[in-house]
């Protein structure tokens, strides 16, 4: 297993509406595996395809309490109720803004081994469900937020950046 680069904003991998999975085989199976180990590493509750540079439509998560998997061909439906908290993306690293998203769905897709997915989540779980299945549509949570939001998330953005390239220059 291997912890792979993450791509970030500006590159355009993260844009595009990924294509849907066809293909269930081993190579498969070994990049789901090395995206559980960047996940865990970075550390993060998911992550999709896109994020590692593959743009097929699938992610992998773990929300920290029992609830962890792959889904490939993501569909949402029955999004009830609006919640607003907290959220951050691997791809946009160090912000986290207030994001409005259902508190409950539905999402069917596909397993590892290509059968069918049909589950229902709320909370923690379903804001993941709903922030990765955007990433394989080429949608980030910033597109989500009004332009106040955005330009906040941007700011952040570049004081992480900052603050990153100074310790990095310590460390010469
Ligand atoms: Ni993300």
Redesign the pocket.
């Known amino acids: 297993m291997a912890v792979l680069p993450i791509r970030t904003l500006g590159d355009p991998v993260l844009r595009e509406r990924a294509r849907d999975v066809e293909r269930f085989d081993r190579s498969l199976a070994r990049i789901v595996d090395d995206m559980f180990e960047t996940m865990y590493a970075a550390p993060g509750v998911g992550l999709a395809a896109p ?1 590692v540079g593959i743009s097929l439509r699938f992610f992998v998560y773990d929300d920290g309490e029992g609830n962890r998997g792959f889904v490939a061909n993501p569909e949402l439906s029955e999004l009830k109720r609006e919640e607003v908290r907290d959220e951050g ?3 946009i690293p160090g912000p986290f803004y207030p994001t409005t998203r259902a508190l409950r769905v539905r999402l069917r897709g596909q397993g590892l081994r290509g059968e069918p997915i049909d589950v229902r989540a709320e909370g923690l779980l379903a804001r993941i469900f709903q ?1 990765e299945t955007d ?1 394989t549509l080429g949608v980030l949570y910033i597109d989500r937020l009004d332009d106040e939001g955005r330009r906040q998330v941007m700011r952040m953005l570049r004081e992480h950046e900052l603050r990153r390239v100074q310790e990095g220059s310590r460390n010469l």
Do not use: G, P, T, V
């Open positions: 994020q993306c691997l791809s922030h990433h």
